[in-house]
């Protein structure tokens, strides 16, 4: 029996908002409100987005990033910082109790990351899952996942580079010294690839989007059905939005 998930495509939106649905979708997920949920989506503008675990002052330079027009949020997951611009985002939420939640959570990763592999696949790039929680080709980094574990659910999210501009990144992001920055973006140009880079040509959002419902659907054999965000959702994000992910207090803490 295909596992019945829902599949929400959301489009472009800010940083805040992006958070705040899949802060919002975790919690319906977790009453039992809204079925376990595939969601895709991009950014606009342009962001960065922080671990929970992390100091937006001591990663990030804000004023870099008002002057290229570049939000920044806090993620309820960990991990490092992450320059959203050209890629599909996704998340995947669902109950700790599902036959697709693996308790341990490298197993977990393995598992959900099987998704991106098979989507890269029916574009043409041959990936592999690389842990703890990355997805390569021919040995650069492609896909950077995090997760957490709230609510009695798993909530996954993560990124699939269409193009990726490492200079750019490098001029928002704060490096130890001005004099290590040079040896640094080199080795991210080493370590990173984009399907752009892989394919030798623009990949659009709407391709890769649909690469990623079909290789989930095979992958983890889903079952899904596009909706809309619930209106309980949209206000709840809304909520979230001020009280949280814009919130001064709750992007500057630590």
Known sequence: MAHQFRLLETGYNNAYYNMALDQAVLEQVAARAVPPTLRL??????????????????????????????????RITGGGAVFHQSEVTYSIVLPLTHPLADQAILAS????????????????????????????????????????????CILQHGTILLNVDVDLMFTLLKVPSEKAKGKLIADVKERVTSLQAVLGRTVTFEETAAALVQGFTQALDLDLAAQQAS??????????????????AWNMKR
């Open 231 to 248: 209106e309980r959702e949209e206000s709840r994000a809304r909520e979230l939005i001020h009280s949280r992910f814009a919130d001064p």
């Open 109 to 152: 990763y393995g598992r959900l990351c099987q998704g991106i592999v098979a989507g890269l696949e029916i574009v043409g790039v041959n990936a592999r899952f690389a842990p703890i929680n990355d997805i390569v080709v021919e040995g650069k980094k492609i896909s950077g996942n995090a997760q957490t574990r709230k609510l009695g």
């Open 41 to 74: 989506y991009g950014w606009k503008p342009a962001a960065i987005s922080i671990g929970y675990f992390q100091g937006m002052d001591e990663e990030v330079d804000l004023a870099a990033c008002r002057e290229h027009g570049i939000d920044y949020v806090r």
